[in-house]
């Protein structure tokens, strides 16, 4: 099979932008320039309403049309409005919470940071992809560790090479991460958001359909500020809210077993109640949790029997429970 590298995705991603972005020539323009005489005398035919209609109609029909991901039943995102709160670690123990509280449930991860990919390192995976057999498909087929396929941009580049891109070309990659990938058949695809509320999120909410999200933050005041404002956006793109995952809640002394809430406390709590939105759960701040994440083997399989794995997979559960109410 043929390797998908960085220098091939870069060259493709090049092409689409240019092609996008070619000027028009004399002619186009002089087309350009009768329509916008016959839209003026158009405009003063009808009345402001009406114009207001069609202007709306013409908006709705240049948004992109949200389209399934083949074999792929749920898409969940996990996002925050901050870096540095611990998301990705909370994405990649919540798929393997998913499937450890139902063996019979197959989970994907989606890498959706370019700029700041962390799934490799957190899954203990390195290489290219390989390209499907099929020529009419051509997708890139997912790394695979502890039986969750996985995709990211880290694949593609080194471990210390710096992705440099403008937004043209970080939405075509998003694009490709979306539709060039053979997921093969999902119960739920997860997906790590970068933070922020910015390109990358409204490019994945107009293009997939998606069955909720899911907000990280810490307890402190200015994690919960921006994991409001990431609560916000996905309730004006009507994606549903599962609800909020309070991170580094407490921080207990191994030695003599104190507890310390380090970055405040039940902030997300009460973010979740002011918001209307279900509270998933707690994840402690712990010294396993840090160690497991460095090594690529996550607590939820390599702790299995510890409290902090179990706190994962509370809160998978708590996730499922609201996937059922929201589609029912």
């Given amino acids: 099979m043929a390797l998908f590298t960085y220098s091939r995705l870069s060259h493709l991603l090049t092409i689409s932008v240019y092609k996008s972005s070619v000027l028009r020539t004399g002619s186009e323009i002089k087309h350009g320039a009768t329509c916008c005489v016959?839209?003026?005398?158009?405009?003063?035919?009808?009345?402001?309403?009406?114009?207001?209609?069609?202007?709306?109609?013409?908006?709705?029909?240049?948004?992109?049309?949200?389209?399934?991901?083949?074999?792929?039943?749920?898409?969940?995102?996990?996002?925050?409005?901050?870096?540095?709160?611990?998301?990705s670690t909370t994405a990649v123990n919540l798929a393997l919470g998913l499937m450890a509280n139902d063996m019979s449930?197959?989970?994907?991860?989606?890498?959706?940071?370019?700029?700041?990919?962390?799934?490799?390192?957190?899954?203990?995976?390195?290489?290219?992809?390989?390209?499907?057999?099929s020529m009419a498909n051509n997708r890139m087929i997912p790394l695979t560790n502890y039986g969750v396929p996985c995709m990211s941009m880290g694949f593609l580049v080194d471990d210390v090479a710096p992705i440099v891109w403008r937004g043209l070309m970080v939405m075509s990659a998003i694009e490709k991460l979306l539709r060039q990938v053979d997921w093969g058949s999902l119960d739920y695809l997860v997906v790590d958001m970068p933070p922020g509320t910015g390109d990358v999120q409204l490019s994945i909410t107009q293009n997939i359909p998606i069955a909720g999200a899911v907000i990280v933050s810490t307890p402190q005041d200015?994690?919960?500020?921006?994991?409001?404002?990431?609560?916000?956006?996905?309730?004006?793109?009507?994606?549903?809210?599962?609800?909020?995952?309070?991170n580094m809640s407490v921080f207990q002394c191994p030695k003599c077993n104190h507890e310390t809430h380090i970055f405040g406390s039940d902030g997300a709590r009460q973010l979740a109640d002011t918001l209307g939105v279900t509270f998933l759960g707690d994840i402690p701040l712990h010294i396993t949790i840090r160690e497991t994440s460095d090594r690529g083997q996550p607590v939820v399989i390599s702790s299995p029997n510890s409290p902090e794995a179990a706190a994962y997979r509370k809160v998978a559960s708590a996730v499922v429970q609201k996937l059922q109410k929201v589609s029912s």
């Fill in 38 to 87: 016959q839209f003026k005398r158009c405009q003063s035919s009808v009345d402001s309403k009406a114009l207001q209609e069609r202007q709306r109609q013409q908006m709705a029909r240049g948004l992109p049309k949200q389209k399934p991901i083949p074999g792929v039943k749920q898409v969940i995102v996990v996002a925050s409005g901050k870096g540095g709160v611990g998301k």
């Fill in 222 to 246: 200015i994690a919960l500020l921006d994991a409001r404002r990431g609560a916000e956006m996905f309730k004006k793109v009507n994606v549903p809210v599962l609800g909020l995952v309070q």
């Fill in 105 to 133: 449930k197959s989970v994907g991860l989606l890498d959706a940071d370019v700029f700041g990919p962390s799934i490799p390192k957190l899954m203990n995976l390195k290489g290219n992809p390989e390209l499907s057999d």
